[in-house]
């Protein structure tokens, strides 16, 4: 029987019940800061795994290409990013684009074990990255030379405003070669009117204007290379321009004039080689025949007046002297052939020193019967062709270097590739086109991660 007098010392001896309050109320602590510390360490893990997922995608993303699209890069960033977050759930990347910029950024809620005694369910984590990506030009230039046979018109000035111009209705034909004009001008080819040239193509240092685009058939091409005057190894469009030197050994002029400003008239009058000071003037019905050789026209004009007939074989004819030039008028006959195989200046039937009319303009005009063959080179002086008729329909081969070409008139003018028949040495300049092709790539040369 308990004594109810002692029950209340007994109740403060009794001190079980007092630990187990004690650990419980000590346990639960001890819970939040072991369990916390691995939940913690669980949040920190996901944390470095998303920033590190976060740091790849953006790494790639840049890496990409020049001219990659936006939407391009952002799919490659999220993929990337999905594919090293394996076992985390609930992650949504946000990438953004900008230019050669990328940013991703992601954040997860990472449940917890033991801290919800505490009642703290999840711990919410993130990362973000920002990479940006510079890139390197790298040109590559690729250039195609095809051999496109002959030129048989050669315009050498490089200053000259026009180097071919056609107007008014002229007819101008060279098929199977070029016409070639080393003009850095704008204006190089030029054209107008309905005139008609055709060939087997037309071209220039410098540009064509839209003019000459529908009177030049096929259409000129500008930007080729410099075709150098081929029978001078140092041209005439050097400075100082005494530095001309030729290829050839200009003929000897002698002492003593042949004639002096010869002028025929009606008649028939046959001449011989030699100096023929102050020119040969040859008037309508005077009918001139040249015997083979070298003439040279000293300081004057050689003068075929219209109804004038000439005709001479093996022929090259000299120009020497400030005033030396030519004017060549059809409507009689004309039948020159230059000076032929096995003779000194062969293939050339007319030459023209550079200080010959230096930067003034000769004339051959067509009409009647009227056929040259051989190579007229007459480097600083502008070529005037006009007339009418058909020029040069039995020519076996005909070709002009000269500084510069206007073709007017209504009649057909023919240059003429080269023909063995001619018994002429094909000495004119090969032509080549040049195709020239530029191609810019960019590389990535660096890429930052910030």
């Known amino acids: 029987m308990v004594n109810a007098f002692n029950l209340p010392n007994r109740l403060r001896k009794d001190r079980r019940g007092n630990v187990a309050i004690t650990f419980g109320l ?11 510390a691995y939940d913690f360490a669980n949040a920190l893990n996901a944390k470095r795994k998303i920033q590190n997922a976060a740091d790849a ?28 977050i394996a076992g985390l759930s609930g992650v949504t990347p946000n990438t953004s684009v900008s230019g050669n910029s990328v940013s991703l950024t992601a954040t997860a809620s990472v449940p917890t074990a033991f801290l919800r005694v505490a009642h703290i369910d999840s711990f919410s984590v993130g990362g973000s990255a920002t990479g940006s990506v510079t890139y390197t030009d790298t040109t590559s230039t690729s250039t195609t030379t095809t051999d496109s046979g002959k030129a048989c018109l050669l315009a050498l000035d490089p200053n000259a405003t026009n180097g071919f111009k056609s107007q008014g209705t002229p007819n101008v034909q060279y098929p199977g070669c070029w016409a070639h004009t080393n003009s850095s001008s704008t204006a190089a080819v030029d054209g107008g009117g309905s005139a008609s040239v055709t060939g087997a193509g037309t071209s220039a240092v410098g540009g064509v204007t839209s003019a000459a685009m529908g009177v030049y058939s096929p259409v000129p091409i500008g930007a080729q290379g410099v075709i150098n005057d081929p029978f001078a190894s140092v ?16 003929p000897t002029i002698s002492n003593t004039c042949t004639a002096n400003s010869l002028s025929l008239k009606k008649g028939n009058f046959t001449l011989t080689p030699g100096r023929y000071c102050g020119g040969i003037n040859m008037q309508a019905q005077a009918t001139v025949t040249f015997q083979p050789g070298v003439y040279v026209i000293d300081n004057g004009e050689f003068n075929v007046q219209s109804g ?5 074989t093996n022929v090259l004819f000299y120009f020497s002297g400030a005033n030396a030039h030519f004017t060549v008028i059809g409507g009689g006959t004309v039948n020159m052939k230059g000076r032929q195989t096995g003779n000194t200046y062969a293939g050339f039937l007319l030459i023209a020193h550079p200080d010959a009319w230096r930067g003034l303009t000769s004339n051959i005009q067509g009409g009647g019967t009227f056929n040259l063959e051989g190579i007229i080179y007459a480097p600083t002086q502008n070529m005037l062709i006009t007339g ?7 020519s076996n081969y005909f070709g002009i270097v000269a500084k510069s070409f206007e073709f007017r008139g209504n009649g057909i003018f023919r240059y003429k590739k080269y023909d063995s028949a001619s018994n002429i040495p094909d000495i004119m300049p090969s032509k080549t086109t040049t195709t020239t092709s530029s191609t810019t790539t960019q590389t990535v040369s660096k890429v930052t991660l910030q």
């Open 26 to 36: 000590i346990l639960t602590p001890v819970i939040v800061l072991a369990g916390g």
């Open 57 to 84: 995608a953006v790494l790639a993303a840049v890496a990409m290409p020049y001219g990659t699209s936006d939407g391009a890069r952002s799919d490659l960033a999220t993929s990337i990013f999905n594919s090293n």
């Open 235 to 250: 041209g005439a469009y050097v400075t100082p321009t005494s530095s001309y030197a030729p290829t050839f050994t200009p």
């Open 308 to 312: 004038a007939s000439i005709s001479g």
């Open 388 to 394: 009418n008729g058909d020029s040069n329909a039995s």
